[in-house]
């Protein structure tokens, strides 16, 4: 087979095995270093794990971040442009698209932050939805595994089964829990939440977003501002990645993120 020929075949193959040899990777959400076979990801909808694509992240946090906002991990340099009519595509098989069943290609992608891919099929329709913040969550499965928590205040390794924490209220019955190190800290953490905000994290515009685009969390927990069950992309994360969740309505999204008092009353 001429040099030329076997091009194609030889990029194909090059990206098959970054992706399935644990290649050093980076967090698309904070840069961290990781790997294919000990870390966490998100996984594009597939009926078999050889044709799933895979988004890794440094903790499970991370990978709900991501899934959650996937567009504010994308790198820039990179955007749609219409494939010229008649183009060769590479086929990434056994990969598919988030999309569709039908096998990946190697230049339709999104490049995220840091490097990571996810590729999308021939369609150019589907290419565009690689670009489509809704379509792009709505493809990716929830992030799994476990981890240790972190205390907001200090960032000690904490675990669920061993209070104390501070419970977010709520009069549906579902309670949300803030996981702390200490007596001392779960008060300072109820007195004044913000202060353990994590900063990094945008508060989003979702006014544009339908009903059907929020993903609900679970198990189900309550918005601490109703009897509603809460969203994963409204949500208030403090330092060391965990979270409290609001439910759909944009204003309590809000208040969950600005109104320090409003949410300190929902920590007793």
Do not use: I
Not at 200 to 221: E, I, Q, R, W
């Amino acid at each position: 087979m001429p040099k030329r020929a076997m091009l194609p075949l030889l990029l194909t193959f090059f990206t098959l095995v970054t992706q399935s040899w644990g290649q050093s990777l980076s967090c698309p959400v904070c840069g961290t270093a990781v790997n294919a076979t000990s870390t966490f990801a998100v996984r594009s909808a597939s009926s078999t794990s050889a044709a799933q694509q895979n988004v890794y992240a440094c903790s499970v946090f991370h990978a709900q971040r991501f899934r959650a906002h996937p567009m504010d991990y994308q790198d820039p340099s990179v955007s749609y442009t219409p494939t010229p009519v008649g183009t060769t595509l590479t086929s990434l098989s056994p990969r598919q698209c988030p999309f569709c069943t039908d096998t990946a290609v190697s230049e339709h992608y999104v490049l995220l932050s840091n490097g990571q891919k996810v590729h999308s099929c021939s369609s150019d329709d589907h290419y565009q939805k690689l670009f489509n913040e809704t379509a792009l969550s709505a493809a990716l499965s929830a992030a799994s595994g476990t981890q240790p928590l972190l205390c907001p205040v200090c960032k000690m390794a904490v675990t669920t089964s061993s209070p104390p924490y501070a419970t977010v209220n709520s009069s549906a019955g579902f309670p949300q829990q803030v996981f702390t190190c200490s007596t001392e800290h779960a008060q300072l953490v109820a007195t004044s939440p913000l202060s353990y905000k994590d900063n990094s994290v945008v508060v989003h515009d979702t006014s544009s977003l339908s009903s059907a685009a929020f993903k609900y969390v679970s198990p189900t927990t309550s918005c601490p501002f109703c009897r509603m069950s809460a969203v994963e992309q409204h949500a208030l994360y403090f330092r060391g990645g965990q979270a409290v969740h609001a439910c759909l309505m944009k204003n309590h999204y809000a208040t969950l993120n600005t109104n320090n008092t409003a949410v300190s009353q929902k920590l007793p």
